[in-house]
């Protein structure tokens, strides 16, 4: 499932995704089925706002009804993007059912199971745990119900449809080539110290997001160019449950006290997303001496946003829910309509059962310089969110 790199990315070369967006350039490929859906995979996208406009109209004109299911309302993006799918899909013409399962598994299921008997038509779900849900998504394949997961692969089941997401792996090593930029770790020997936050363990995108960077800085620790002092860098020592900010915080904590307590300086925070970044935030705040580290993130939380203003994060990776909600929006009325769908990955997403076709939207590199144009001028955020 690892994708190639090329050795040579700039961190440059990440500014330039900010001319990307969800629909760019997606590639020629065609499935011959997908699983619970009787649309057949689209062999080229839309290539015009004409076209796009022609897919959206003839949504519009199908309906129906859409169960949305969230993990949770803890996390700010997943607020925003159950918001971005109900206020897009509610455009579109359809009924929304959204739910929100507060990370527990068994609340998901039981809103999933209440979905399929109240005659949802298509299912759209950003699972909490990626292999808990296959004996509920069985029954909605019995019912021929399709399902799109949603940003976070489900796993181990042949009833998920489609995937739509970012591309995760891009995300990691935006993440790492920023680090290795920064530090300049082609020319400088170090030894510069090195931490490492990622997500929950349940969560498959967390793995991509590990994995993308520490392609690209593993091979500084392995020369010793970064040093870990803590030790903490295989992927199950340095997951993050729930991907929650006080967890991160309080392993930062005993980190600081256990081996920076001197006034050590670290030199690099790997923070997979933000949530976990402000844990790392927090923690340095009120218990390290040293010289403030480079800290990566992801989502551009309002937080994080202002610390990044406030020279507290150094970067973020922003994944723009807008557009991944108005893919998603386009998506269930292809296979509405029993239209071809739009996909751009048939070859990298196995789920444990099978390829599950998948359209991939661009993260975008934001920091300091370039919040502005990227959250405020796109009116993602407004001046007053960030004061």
């Known amino acids: 499932m690892k994708k190639k790199l090329v050795s040579g990315l700039l961190c440059a070369a990440m500014s330039v995704s900010l001319l990307a967006g969800c629909g760019s350039d997606p590639t020629a490929n065609k499935a011959s089925s997908a699983p619970a859906a009787s649309s057949a995979v689209a062999s080229e996208a839309p290539a015009s706002t004409a076209a796009a406009s022609t897919a959206a109209a003839s949504t519009a004109a199908a309906g129906g009804k859409v169960g949305v299911a969230m993990p949770t309302k803890d996390l700010q993006r997943w607020n925003q993007d159950g918001s971005n799918m109900q206020k897009q899909l509610e455009a579109a013409g359809y009924t929304v059912d959204l739910q929100y399962a507060n990370n527990d598994v068994a609340t998901q299921v039981s809103q999933i ?56 792996y891009k995300v ?19 030894p510069f110290n090195l931490e490492i936050f990622t997500g929950d363990p349940a969560d498959n995108n967390a793995q991509f997001f590990y994995s993308g960077a520490m392609d690209l800085l593993q091979p500084y620790v392995d020369n010793g160019t970064l040093v870990v002092k803590s030790g903490q860098t295989k992927f199950a020592d340095v997951a993050t449950a729930n991907w ?144």
């Open 113 to 168: 199971e209440n979905m399929i008997a109240n005659g949802d038509q298509i299912l759209v779900v950003a699972s909490i745990d990626g292999s808990s849900l296959g004996t509920v998504l069985a029954q909605a394949k019995e019912q021929n119900i399709p399902v799109i997961a949603y940003d976070r692969l489900i796993m181990d089941t042949d009833a998920v449809s489609y995937y739509a997401t970012f591309d995760n």
């Open 172 to 190: 990691g090593t935006t993440q790492g080539q920023y680090i290795i930029d920064q530090l300049d770790l082609t020319n400088q020997k170090g």
């Open 244 to 387: 929650s900010t006080e967890t991160a915080q309080s392993r930062m904590e005993n980190i600081i006290s256990s081996y920076y307590a001197d006034g050590t300086n670290i030199d690099a925070v790997l923070c997979s997303n933000d949530s976990t970044a402000l844990g790392v935030e927090n923690a340095l705040e009120g218990a390290y001496n040293g010289e403030w580290p480079i800290i990566t993130g992801q989502d551009c939380d309002i937080a994080n946003v202002k610390n990044m203003i406030a020279d507290k994060q150094s970067m973020s990776v922003f994944k723009d829910t807008r557009k991944l909600a108005e893919q998603v929006v386009k998506m269930v009325g292809q296979v509405m309509s029993g239209s071809d769908v739009e996909v751009n990955d048939t070859k990298s997403y196995d789920n444990g059962k099978g390829i599950v076709p998948t359209f991939l939207c661009d993260p975008e590199f934001a920091d300091k310089s370039n919040y502005k144009e990227l959250l405020i001028d796109s009116g993602y955020y407004t001046d007053a969110d960030l004061q």
